[in-house]
């Protein structure tokens, strides 16, 4: 039986391993676009139940109040295992039904290179996901090729016009800058809904940064890529492709 997906498409998808990390990597731009009209939303594949701080349900708790801060349309957190994303088939079908589901036309990544074997491994995770979700014959409620002529897919196939990486924490050149300068106090509030993680405690504390110097240093990165792109605050990201330009007398950002 096929099932009619009644909601509109998302604009833009930003996946990411952990909640929290699109507050952190390209919070200002999803808000910047949903001021613009467009539909953005977030699918974290982890729950977060392998944190040094929280757990699962505190931390449902706080990407629900961050989305609503980040003005996202749709967030959902899937069930793969935090501190074991996996790029296997059973989890590219997981991410492939999302993309199915909500159609976006943007997927946003991480960058490809990091620390976190998560981060990483979610990137090529959701780029082979994309592919998969544009396989008109691949069932992805089963993995298994729809060869019966009878055969009604649930979700139809869909693959995103444009995928970026977000690059803020990569030793990279960015490709581009979206300048967030508006928007950098909310995208602050976003990540400090995060209570579990950011407000000070003893648990953890030799990990992570003080509350009182988050916002220096969120605010010192975002400066940084501000100052590449003459703005004030900037988010940095990174595209595979070749840029297209139609008029040059459009570039933005002074040489001299």
Known sequence: MTETIT??????????????????TCGGTLLKMAERGYRTGIVDLTQGEMGTRGN??????EAG?????????WRQALDIPDGRVENTWENRLKVARVIREQRPRIMILPY?????PDHYTASTLGYEACFLAGLAKLDVLTGQPAVDSHFKESVPPHRPFKIIYASLYADVRPTFVVDITRFIDQR??????YKSQYANQQTGSALFVPEEEIRERTYAEARHYGLLAGVRFGEPFVQKE????????????QSI
């Open 56 to 61: 699962a349900e505190g931390r449902a708790r």
């Open 112 to 116: 490809w290179k990091g620390r976190h």
């Open 188 to 193: 602050h509030q976003a990540l400090m809904a």
């Open 7 to 24: 909601h509109a498409p998302l604009d833009i998808l930003a996946l990411a391993a952990h909640r929290d990390d699109v507050e952190q």
């Open 242 to 253: 070749v840029g297209l330009v139609d008029d040059l007398t459009l570039l933005p950002v």
């Open 65 to 73: 109040d961050a989305a609503q801060l980040l003005r996202v349309s």
